[in-house]
């Protein structure tokens, strides 16, 4: 794939947006991949593919609002050799076509990437319906698929690169919008099934944010900071599988809180599975603040304001941290 | 108010509160289904303006969500909300948002946006109803982009099998979804006037097939559209209704007709003041 990650580069992909800079990236991959197939079910237009369809038009194929067969029909495509990248709302792969995805790429293993659109709170007023809340919840109950959630645009294409070569059945989670913040401004390492250092200042908080968290994150870190609190806060890209190994590790320098965060109902996502490494790595009795959507339908709004309103941003996320580790 | 008026003023209504909001809306969609609409709330739907009031009384359901613009209008327009209500329409929090929240005190029967589950539902409240023996109408609008999805001809199926003719669909056949034709595996109406009647018959062949009783209309004729209605409430009819309604996404709207960027977009003021509502 022929990418630049560049700070010029990165402040575009960032006021473009996640989707028009997937979009960006499939076309880098296609053209240089032979076998990539990128379907949609009628959102074509929303995965950023249209100079997609002006390059390599037979790289697409718009399958209409069937998001069940779209699996089965990207299924098929794998078998035959193709690269197949398949997209809808993070609702609709993650719930309508779920025994599809259960049948066809953990059952039977079948190497198909399908990317959840503009999950999280991202869609605004087009509400509950369309937000992707449990995803990351439904996607860790099936064996064997990975999941990946970018931090910001950048990271987007490194992810599109590191699945086009892995050709393992996986779930991509877009989160964010247009002007989605940035976190990396050069070219970086990425690891499948590690997790990355994106702020060091200290081992008194441990905070692991996935997708468009790992931003607001970082600020609170910063903010934490200024005010004599030392952290170190983790990126992860890789939900599933789930680094255990690194995590065991900073867990046995004794954090006094360690934080998840995602944009994500707080039960069942990654703040479950950090609960989980805890007890698995015999750390269950430190402190843990789990950082994400309460566990209920939620209000319609403009994105900034469902993130202030459930307490997402980065001032939310410093004075949450603070108050947790004062009240312990 | 007259049918014909209810039309214009829901029409008009659309694109004011739609632009006032400051937001996107489906105005295409909304468009193409709103004479039909017009003509159901106006004359035939028979409930309460507080639906919980009984569970006895007609239901209305828009499978195809997303066209809540175009149901807000009629429903303001037939007095089951206030003005006030209706400005709330795409502000931070509100309950009025791009597709239907269900609110039975503000006529809203149920929550959709993922398509093909209205038309589920509306088979299992015409089924219910006739196990009631009472002797309501269940009315569904349906997208054709909507047909797309299994569960639609799941629910097909299910009306034809347990022939429940007290359910009448109206197909809003716009020709259009949301990717362009570029994209799209099927033409839209743009095309030569052999893929119209393609179209056409594709949906009339499925549904006579699966069991249903076809009216093939214009969408947009107000007299053809009274004329089916009736026909639906004809005793002798015995099996579920489909008004196959050929309709202009965009319609009523010069600037909108037919054109798939007005699928999900937002008003600017430059163009606000260019438009011409009929």
């Not at chain 1, 718009?62 to 609702?91: D, H, R």
């Not at chain 2, 809203?108 to 299992?124: D, K, P, R, Y």
């Not at chain 2, 009631?132 to 797309?148: A, Q, R, S, W």
């Not at chain 2, 037919?258 to 699928?263: A, S």
């Amino acid at each position: 794939m022929n990418y630049e990650i560049s700070k010029r580069q990165v402040r575009l992909w960032s006021r473009i947006g996640p989707r028009t800079s997937f979009g960006q990236a499939i076309l880098e991959l296609a053209n240089s991949d032979e076998n990539l197939i990128a379907i949609s079910a009628d959102l074509g237009r929303s995965s950023g593919f249209g100079p997609l369809v002006s390059k390599h038009p037979k790289k697409f194929i718009n399958v209409g609002i069937s998001e069940q067969n779209m699996i089965g029909v990207s299924a098929g495509f794998s078998k035959l050799g193709f690269n197949v990248y398949a997209t809808s709302f993070a609702p609709f792969l993650s719930y309508r076509a779920s025994e599809m995805i259960r049948m066809n790429l953990s059952y039977m293993k079948i190497p198909v990437n399908i990317v959840g659109l503009a999950s999280g709170l991202a869609l605004e007023f087009l509400g509950n319906s369309h937000f992707g809340l449990e995803d990351i919840s439904i996607f860790r109950t099936f064996p064997g698929i990975n999941i990946f959630s970018p931090a910001d645009c950048s990271e987007i294409f490194k992810i599109i690169e590191l699945t086009s070569k892995l050709k393992q059945p996986s779930y991509i989670r877009l989160t964010g919008g247009v002007n989605f913040p940035i976190v990396y401004e050069e070219d970086y390492d990425i690891e499948f099934g590690k997790f990355n250092s994106v702020f060091s200042s200290g081992d008194e908080v441990h905070i692991y944010a996935t997708g468009s968290m790992v931003y607001h994150c970082r600020e609170a870190a910063k903010l934490l900071e200024d005010s004599g609190i030392f952290c170190k806060v983790f990126n992860v890209h890789t939900i599933q599988p789930f680094d255990s190994h690194s995590f065991r590790e900073n867990c046995s320098k004794s954090p006094k809180l360690i934080v998840s965060a995602e944009e994500h109902f707080v039960s069942g996502g990654l703040g479950s599975l950090v609960l989980e490494e805890m007890h698995s790595s015999q750390h269950a009795n430190l402190s843990l603040l789990k950082i994400g959507l309460p566990n209920k339908y939620l209000e319609s709004g403009e994105y900034e304001f469902l993130l202030n309103k459930y307490e997402l941003d980065s001032i939310s996320i410093f004075n949450s941290i603070k108050n947790k580790l004062h009240k312990e | 108010m007259k049918t014909t008026d209810l039309i214009k003023k829901a029409r008009k209504d659309i694109i004011k509160y739609g632009f006032e909001s400051g937001g996107f809306s489906h105005y295409g969609g909304a468009l193409s289904m709103l004479d039909f609409l017009c003509v159901l709330y106006n004359e035939f739907l028979k409930q309460p303006k507080d639906l919980s009031a009984t569970s006895e009384r007609d239901y209305f359901i828009l499978s195809k969500g997303h066209c809540a613009l175009g149901l807000y209008s009629v429903l303001f327009n037939k007095g089951y909300f206030d003005e006030d209500y209706f400005k709330s329409y795409l502000k931070n929090g509100t309950d009025l948002i791009a597709h239907p929240i269900k609110n039975l005190s503000k006529g809203i029967e149920s929550s959709n946006g993922s398509l093909g589950q209205g038309i589920s539902m509306a088979t299992g409240i015409a089924h219910a109803i006739l196990k009631k023996g009472i002797k309501n109408k269940v009315y569904c609008v349906l997208g054709d982009g909507e047909c797309n999805e299994g569960i639609v001809y799941e629910a097909l199926n299910y009306a034809s099998h347990y022939k429940l003719k007290n359910l009448c669909v109206f197909l809003d056949l716009n020709g259009l979804q949301n990717d362009p034709e570029e994209y799209d595996f099927r033409r839209s109406y743009k095309g030569s006037s052999k893929e119209i009647l393609d179209i056409g018959l594709k949906y009339t062949n499925i549904f006579k097939s699966i069991g249903w009783k076809i009216n093939y209309i214009n969408g947009h004729d107000e007299d053809e559209l009274r004329k089916s209605l009736s026909e639906f409430h004809q005793k002798d009819n015995d099996k579920p209704f489909v008004i196959i309604g050929k309709t202009i996404k965009g319609n009523g709207v010069l600037l909108m007709e037919n054109d798939n960027e007005w699928h999900h977009n937002k008003i600017s003021k430059s163009f606000y003041e260019q438009i011409k509502v009929l």
